[in-house]
């Protein structure tokens, strides 16, 4: 049996275990709060990392490109505000607007069937032909859906292009079996063949066309015309050696009488034809005359201020 000094010693000892047991448990509690702050500090940054920004995901919530589209009007939907003018049946905009496209997501494949080296600019790939030779460059392209357009149409008188030495190769010509002759800088028809009007004789003429002819050409064929009065049809075009140019491919309005615009290309080395991204803005291939300003730019290259032409077989 303990004596009452013995007894306090004890009871204090024992006062003294549990209090230190006690505070043992209390700082470890604590040390397992602080070991899991910084855990829990990753997961919310990573939730926020994850949670789309508003300029990420702005352009694309506008629900313009419709990946089920197979057809430019089906492909691009109008920005908000915006509506397509109606178009003629036999219309340039009306043949643009229902022109097959490649599904999408294609690459851009070059005239030898490599992939073009930069899958970046286009939106869309137009299921245009290309020829198997590197004759169908920026230049050429356009001048490929302007033939297309006529022959399609019934409008084939009206295809027809100089070339850079101011020769006029008319199609409605070489259909009658006349060829081209060309003797150093003399260029002449020659009739050597008869009527064709087969679609594998149109591609042999366009493949002479492609070869004599291109931006410098293209640009006596233009006249300058003013952005408020875009249409479908007209280019930015820098004619040289190399010079480039790009199709306005559609146009809307909204009701302040403000257009937006489509464009399209060909490049080099000869290329599939697509419809051309805009820098300025993710998911929204629209270009905008409010935004236009000089150097304009492309995804491949900047136009000079007065490029925007209207080409004499346009009219």
């Not at 003797?183 to 050597?192: L, P």
């Not at 408020?228 to 790009?246: E, M, N, Q, R």
Request: charged fraction near 30%.
């Amino acid at each position: 049996m303990l004596n009452g000094k013995s007894g306090k010693i004890m009871i204090n000892k024992v006062i003294i275990l549990m209090l230190a047991l006690f505070l043992f448990m209390l700082s470890g509690c604590r040390a397992e709060d602080v070991g899991n702050e910084p855990q829990k500090g990753q997961e919310q940054k990573k939730a926020e990392k994850e949670e789309p920004t508003e300029d990420e995901t702005g352009a694309e919530s506008q629900g313009l490109v419709a990946p089920e589209g197979m057809t430019l009007e089906t492909r691009i939907k109008t920005p908000e505000g915006y509506v397509r003018k109606e178009a003629k049946k036999d219309s340039l905009s009306a043949f643009l607007r229902g022109y097959a496209l490649k599904e999408d997501g294609s690459p851009v494949f070059l005239y030898n069937g490599k992939e073009k080296k930069n899958q970046t600019a286009h939106q869309a790939v137009f299921a245009l032909p290309i020829e198997e030779e590197d004759l169908q460059q920026c230049a050429d392209s356009i001048m490929r859906v302007y033939a297309e357009y006529f022959r399609e149409t019934g409008q084939e008188e009206k295809i027809g292009f100089h070339f850079v030495s101011g020769f006029y190769a008319e199609y409605s010509k070489w259909r009658e079996g006349y060829r081209i002759k060309v003797s150093g800088n003399d260029v002449s028809w020659e009739k050597s063949a008869g009527y064709d009007d087969s679609y594998e004789s149109f591609q042999k003429y366009l493949r002479v066309v492609f070869s004599y002819a291109g931006t410098l050409s293209m640009e006596a064929e233009s006249e300058e015309t003013a952005l408020s009065d875009i249409a479908c049809g007209d280019v930015f075009l820098k004619g040289g050696s190399p010079g480039h140019v790009v199709l306005v491919a559609d146009v809307c309005e909204n009701e302040e009488g403000q257009k937006a615009f489509l464009l399209a290309q060909g490049y080099m080395p000869a290329q599939e034809f697509h419809l051309l991204k805009n820098p300025l803005h993710d998911g929204d291939p629209w270009y905008y005359e409010q935004e236009v300003k000089y150097p304009f730019a492309t995804p491949e290259y900047r136009f000079p201020e007065g490029s925007l032409k209207r080409l004499s077989y346009q009219r």
